[in-house]
């Protein structure tokens, strides 16, 4: 199966016109637990979420809703899955299904290696987003998330001006090991979920020179993979902390990873209780939560008093200490 280039929808697109939506955006850096979070959103039934069924089949979206073919694709979807057998994302135990929640951004063309929103592709998201609430639960709000777009948030709320954002942080040290992590590991080795939806990654792996350029860079000689990745943290929070104050008050939250393993009930149970919703099923979230917090890459511990240094101010914002983390103490909520 592959990603369907003719826009099956252009028949259906009138019935978006008076279309209303109301967008929920998760905001974070890669491997700060937005996907988890999502999918525990996701669970309680109240939202109409970006998944990979809604990424693949973004052109057809209301070619299959009109011609009731949605369980159709989606089952086509699962046995592909099955068939290159995919039961998690590889970097992380996410389990996949046609419903797990994947990044809008992967719609986007031309954006390169760091896709995110801009005036040239509003109006794509902005149809998507329309598309998977039409073709949704009613009156929900369009759940949604991007970690390249925690470092452009401000644009977002401009394209999108009645969203609001959930930000979450985790720790530095442990965000910097899991993307280091992350990253070596679908260089080193095709990962074919990711291959699936990321165009620019499947194609690199027919590019075997460029392939070992990127391999060689994130890899532990010379600490070159640290120094990016810590570059794209610092760079990633300091966009932060400039710039929530220009935010108004009522249309964000800020959550932290460590409290959302440890206590995902009640983390929920605030979210939605801000948003005004109110959870449809009971879900035992506790299932879903499986802490990341393995030991740490060499790397890491060796530069590890350099990682606070360069976080002070995200580390004191949050109340992180500087000590090997293996949790923020559970009864800590995030500011």
């Known amino acids: ?7 099956l929808d252009r028949k259906w697109i009138s019935k978006l016109k008076h279309a209303e939506i109301q967008p929920v955006f998760i905001m974070g850096d890669h491997r700060t637990g937005t ?12 939202f109409n979420t970006i998944s990979v069924y809604h990424v693949l089949n973004s052109n057809r979206l209301l070619h299959n809703y009109e011609t009731q073919t949605v369980d159709e694709e989606k089952n086509k979807l ?36 760091r896709p995110q929103l801009n ?17 949704g639960a009613a009156d929900r709000p369009v759940l949604l998330k991007n970690p390249w777009d925690y470092l452009n948030f401000m644009y977002v709320k401009e394209a999108f001006p009645n969203s609001r954002f959930i ?11 899991s993307q280091l992590k992350a990253t070596r590991a679908i260089f080193d080795k095709r990962n074919e979920y990711i291959a699936l939806v990321v165009g620019w990654y499947d194609k690199l792996f027919h590019q075997p020179i460029r392939r070992y350029f990127f391999k060689l860079m994130f890899s532990s000689l010379f600490d070159l993979g640290l120094r990016i990745t810590l570059k794209h943290i610092c760079k ?26 440890a206590t995902p009930e009640k983390i929920v149970g605030g979210i ?19 802490s990341r917090n393995g030991p740490l890459l060499p790397d890491i511990k060796k530069k590890h008093k350099k ?19 293996l949790s923020m103490p559970a009864d800590k909520e995030c500011k």
């Open 272 to 290: 939605l209780n801000w948003l005004q919703l109110n959870q449809r099923t009971h879900v035992s979230f506790g299932d879903y939560i499986m």
């Open 119 to 135: 005036p040239n592709n509003r109006v794509d998201l902005l149809t998507l987003c329309k598309k998977v609430a039409f073709t």
């Open 78 to 113: 699962s046995k592909l899955f099955i068939k290159k057998g995919l039961q998690q994302r590889g970097i992380d135990t996410i389990r996949i299904t046609p419903d797990t929640p994947e990044e809008y951004s992967f719609i986007f063309e031309k954006t390169g290696y």
């Open 167 to 177: 930000f979450i942080h985790r720790h530095p040290i442990r965000t910097a090991n």
């Open 35 to 46: 996907t988890i979070l999502t999918k525990l959103l996701q669970a309680t039934q109240c």
């Open 236 to 261: 990633a929070n300091k966009y932060y902390l400039s710039n929530i104050s220009k935010l108004p008050t009522p249309d964000y939250t800020n959550i932290c990873y460590e409290n959302l393993c």
């Open 1 to 7: 199966m592959n990603r369907e280039n003719r826009n």
């Open 307 to 325: 990682i606070c240094q360069k976080t002070k101010i995200y580390l004191n914002e949050f109340g992180y200490n500087c000590h090997d983390p």
